[in-house]
């Protein structure tokens, strides 16, 4: 999820936990409780400050060993062992559960997205990504700022976040039936497909979908129930050319193939370079599709520049390959 909507999750956590009688019995415990969850709800996307070094390892490790197993466990120890020794009077035990349903939570709700999380490593480093929910999710955000302004306005905070979650569940419920009929339809229309991707966007009845045959892509929107396909593409496999293969050698074309499961490629031949571009179809918005990787090479296929990122113009493409070094 994105980081208003961890925030807000992190204070709903510490409203939750004044159910916990031992919370609701303890000044002490409560205000180091709420801190904690704060900050639990957060942690996990340290690995933000990755994009400071450049989109290419920012792709590869974003939501990677921060939201592992080790971590998840290892999170709430550090967290705890930080705000303990500020407040000794707070419960030790209760302050580490709550923190730790805190980072566990972060993780846990990131794999609704279509981003993923590497949550399983280090039994294995493959993405889980269920795809339902949107990285910022109005829904979601809105109906926890509600809970926040009753509870500020003396709603027991408790019982007031306890029934946003279950609301939340139901949707949840909601998002995976709506997913599953989706990819039903798609089957029925599409009946050679080899894989169908359905992801969500910020408008609760609006799906993109990417579909895979064996020789064809096809990109599409459905609205509610009703899909409708709106590109189509040959399916080429990627050559194993000279020009290709020094390509693939860029960072940033190999964090990007490490982080697409559907893209399509296009080569250029100029007459002083090469450009490969390689076009992620998940992502089409306006005709137009704005997660890509460039590489620029020169005839003896050394690497010119390179950029992997979104891109919505073809103006600010050139700029960045004018700057950025490969």
């Known amino acids: 999820m994105d980081t208003g909507t961890h925030i807000v999750m992190g204070l709903a956590l510490g409203g939750l936990a004044t159910l916990d009688p031992v919370v609701a019995g303890s000044t002490a415990t409560a205000s180091s409780v709420l801190a904690a969850t704060i ?53 030790l035990l209760h302050l580490w559960l709550w923190t730790f349903l805190a980072v566990f939570l972060h993780v846990f709700v990131d794999i609704f997205n279509s981003y993923g999380t590497q949550a399983l490593r280090p039994f294995t ?6 795809g339902v929910i949107n990285t910022f999710d109005p829904f979601i955000f809105a109906i926890h700022v509600a809970g926040l302004f009753l509870w500020v306005f003396g709603s027991h905070p408790g019982y007031t976040f306890l029934a946003v979650y279950a609301l939340i569940i139901i949707y949840y419920l909601h998002r995976f039936y709506y997913k599953g009929k989706l990819t039903k339809i798609v089957k029925e229309m599409i009946p050679d497909a080899t894989d169908i991707i359905i992801a969500p966007t910020m408008k609760n009845h ?16 459905a609205h509610r129930v009703h ?13 194993d050319t000279p020009v290709l293969k020094a390509a693939k050698k860029d960072s940033n074309l190999s964090a990007f193939l490490s982080f697409s499961p559907v893209y399509r490629w296009e080569m250029d031949e100029f007459d002083d370079h090469y450009e490969v571009r390689f076009i992620d179809l998940r992502y089409r918005s306006n005709g137009h599709y704005p997660f890509v990787a ?21 103006e600010k493409l050139r700029k960045k390959l004018e700057f950025i070094p490969g």
Not at 65 to 89: C, D, K, M, Q, R
Not at 125 to 130: G, M, N, P, R, S
């Open 39 to 91: 900050i639990g709800s957060q942690i996990p996307d340290i690995d933000t400050v990755l994009k400071l070094r450049n989109n290419a390892v920012y792709i590869r490790n974003h939501r990677g060993i921060t939201h592992s197993i080790p971590a998840v466990l290892l999170w709430p120890v550090l967290i705890t062992g930080v705000i303990y020794p500020f407040n000794p009077e707070a419960d």
């Open 125 to 130: 480093c493959k993405w889980v990504a269920l």
């Open 206 to 221: 609006e799906w993109r979908i990417a579909v895979m045959t064996e020789k064809q892509f096809f990109v599409g929107r």
């Open 227 to 239: 899909v409708r396909i709106l590109d189509q593409y040959s399916r080429v496999p990627v050559p």
């Open 294 to 314: 460039v590489v620029k090479l020169d005839l003896d296929l050394n690497i010119l520049s390179s950029y992997t990122g979104w891109i919505y113009s073809e």
